[in-house]
């Protein structure tokens, strides 16, 4: 009888983990939207480079990717301290890879990588030389290999990769002696990235039940807020705005005092705050609660401007702090995606808008969570 029980159970644990580790949809989709700012809400990243495709690529390279990120074997501060990703448990990841695998967005032109500056012959030759037998030849990866698809990336975030491969700062080709990169010129790398571009990505599908977005930017920009039932929710529409609901429990209060404190912490200086209800409740007038709060500081400020006095017109950066027909608070700021990925920005002026964003992403995830 023990015997028989032992065997079962050993039976049991056996078939659990597979089991278990099947991806749900459903709760993909949920926690996609923390992906969303960033990556997009179908998961198809961004053309300047900020965040990657990740709509498509197969489900055990996303598994690798988000694990490594979780336990600190690849790095990237924007993400580990906004995205959640580092208190994913295992089923998380099955279910985020799972619904992100299974999303193409390859027949949507809106959608088509933007071709990059180089030479694509010349790329074309490295590629066939180097390349080619752990990426295949139409760039769409070998599972075998766990080389994943290059086609249909944004050439941006692949040159991104690619250096920092060259820096060692993060591993190639699971080979920690890898040298792969290590003589390439910047103009080799470029014209590598301009021969990916060109690259088709209709067959950058992984198999199974497939999710089509037939999305328009119209359609985009019209999309109701979510809603929100539990926990702290970045989304994103049209990737202008960036909005999070206050995590149940948290009261507004709770929200702008938290706000407050992780802007000193970071040292940006609060400027100043507009109590917009406040004041029409002064005059009488019924209204929905907002409140803005506004954040500088003046050597970025002087950074941006010197660059181009145009930038003026983000300044002072702004969260609001507003609620919804049914009375559901929710944050709100100008995601500067946007301008960082404008081809015009000179570097410095790209690395202190990241940061900007960043520091307001994390103010806004302080007051989203109650936590500072
Ligand atoms: C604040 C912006 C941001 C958020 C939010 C975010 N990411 Fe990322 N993600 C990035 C950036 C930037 C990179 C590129 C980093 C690098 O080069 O290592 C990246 C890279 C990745 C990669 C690697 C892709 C590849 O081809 O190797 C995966 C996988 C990923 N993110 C998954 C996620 C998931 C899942 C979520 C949501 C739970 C998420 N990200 C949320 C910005 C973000
Ligand atoms: C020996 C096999 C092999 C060769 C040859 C190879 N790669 Fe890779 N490559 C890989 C593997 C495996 C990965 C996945 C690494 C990981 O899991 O982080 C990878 C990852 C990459 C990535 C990152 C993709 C992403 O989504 O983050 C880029 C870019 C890349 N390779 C470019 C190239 C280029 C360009 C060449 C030729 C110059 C090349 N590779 C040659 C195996 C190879």
Redesign the pocket.
């Known amino acids: 009888m023990t015997r028989l029980f032992i065997l079962i159970a050993a039976v049991f644990s056996l078939l659990a983990p597979a089991h278990l580790l099947a991806g749900d949809l459903a709760r993909g989709k949920e926690?996609?939207k923390?992906?969303a700012?960033?990556?997009g809400q179908y998961g198809q990243g961004t053309p300047g480079g900020?965040?990657?495709r990740?709509a498509g690529?197969p489900k055990y390279?996303?598994v690798k990717?988000?694990k490594e990120?979780r336990d600190g074997k690849?790095?990237?501060l924007?993400?580990d301290t906004?995205?959640?990703?580092k208190s994913?448990t295992d089923q998380d990841i099955e279910d985020?890879s799972d619904y992100?695998s299974r999303i193409d967005v390859s027949k949507d032109s809106q959608f088509d990588i933007k071709q990059a500056v180089g030479d694509p012959e010349k790329g074309r030759e490295i590629y066939k030389g180097d390349c080619k037998t752990c990426h295949a030849k139409d760039g769409f990866g070998k599972p075998r290999k766990e080389a994943?698809p290059l086609a249909g990336?944004h050439f941006a975030?692949i040159d991104?990769?690619i250096n920092?491969f060259k820096a060692k700062m993060?591993e190639h080709a699971n080979d920690p002696e890898d040298e792969t990169f290590d003589d390439y010129s910047k103009e080799d790398i470029r014209n590598i990235t301009a021969y990916l571009a060109t690259l088709d990505d209709k067959k950058f599908v992984a198999g199974g039940e497939i999710y089509v977005p037939q999305v328009t930017a119209v359609a985009l920009a019209k999309a109701a807020p979510p809603t929100a039932s539990k926990g702290l929710q970045?989304t994103d529409i049209t990737q202008t705005v960036a909005q999070m609901a206050l995590r149940e429990g948290v009261s507004k209060e709770d929200a702008i005092e938290a706000m407050m404190s992780k802007a000193a912490e970071i040292n940006l200086k609060m400027v100043g705050q507009q109590h917009v209800s406040k004041e029409l409740e002064a005059r009488g007038v019924e209204t929905p609660y907002l409140t803005i709060l506004q954040f500088c500081d003046p050597m970025d400020a002087r950074t941006m401007i010197v660059n181009n006095p145009i930038f003026a017109s983000y300044m002072p950066c702004r969260i609001a702090l507003v609620e919804d027909k049914e009375g559901k608070p929710w944050l709100m700021m100008l995601n500067l995606d946007m301008l960082i990925n404008s081809k015009l920005l000179a570097p410095d002026v790209v690395e202190t808008a990241i940061r900007v964003n960043q520091a307001m992403?994390d103010i806004m995830v302080a007051g989203a969570t109650g936590e500072f």
Do not use: D, E, F, K
């Open positions: 926690i996609n923390t992906c700012l960033c990556h900020i965040s990657p990740l690529l390279y996303l990717a988000i990120y690849r790095v990237n924007l993400m906004t995205s959640g990703i994913m985020i992100l994943p990336q975030y991104s990769s920092l993060r970045i992403l």
